[in-house]
């Protein structure tokens, strides 16, 4: 008969040997909690496509800002939904919407809490792209001026740190520019440097009415069959000027989490995205799952992976579990 000699079980056979030997961790730390801004005041209202993430006003957008540092939670990252939408996105850029205003008031009622904005267009285009549209084709160039004014205008509000999502070439460099220009030399830029055009974002167009009017973001969001081609995006972003890059989706891009982790040293976020959540809540609520040990395990994946930080719309729920002291 076999007699194994190393016995890998020998760590594994109690808690506290376990908890010894664990690799990778999960914190509170890591969390970046988005908040879906809306026109109004004292709006709070369940966004159906993502059940448990809420529509919220300013003044409830300060309330969950509260509520997730009151958790430890270090940074929340603003998206919004305008009132009017026009040809180039001009409500982007507007200082008295949603955006601007959640972020002025989270900056001065929650003073303790980082907050980060989504910049990008396809909000507030009546053809819902990420850009500048002429004759069907979304426009690079002209498109880097419109994302530059949004990148200011929500540093103006008072963002510490901006995060461009529209896939465009040269946003980064021409964003830097313009907040260098315009003062906010201090405003700190995260790309979505490696951003897949990904069926995984449905339940957020859903909840931000941002679906495209025609076509669809192929020509500017990442095939989903190139890894290589995100570590040029993430260099190019590096070179313009980025301090810190997202992967995104997170769960089926592990693999270019991997990569970009051996490639770069610096600060690297994943984006748990609308439809990795929406999944999970719906096998969670017909059954199917241990959710608590399901997600844990899930936001402890991209942290084995290489990231750093994770936007997730789990943040509120993981870092109460967290708390208690519940592990995956
Ligand atoms: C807008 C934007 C999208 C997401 C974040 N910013 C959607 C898209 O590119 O269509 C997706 C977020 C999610 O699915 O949770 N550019
Ligand atoms: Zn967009």
Redesign the pocket.
Known sequence: MYIPYDRPRRLRADRNIRRMVRENHLRVDDFIY?IFVVPGTNVREEIASLPGQFHVSADQAVALAREAAELGIPAVEV?GIPTYKDADGSSAWDAEQPVQEAVRAIRKEVPDMYVIT?V?L??YTMTGH?GHVEDGVICNDASLELLSRVAVSHAAAGAHMVAP??MMDGRIGAMREALDEAGYTDVAIMSYAA?FASA??G???DAVH?APQFGD?KTY?MDPANAREAMKEIDLDLEEGADAIII??ALAYLDVVRAARERTDVPLCV?N???E?AMVKVAAKAGLIDERRLILESLLSMKRAGADLIIT?HALEAARWLREGVEP
């Open positions: 988005p998206f989504d990008c396809c909000q990420c999502s529209d951003k995984y974002y339940p957020f167009r941002s973001r969001q995104k989706p984006y995205v609308s439809g959540y719309y």
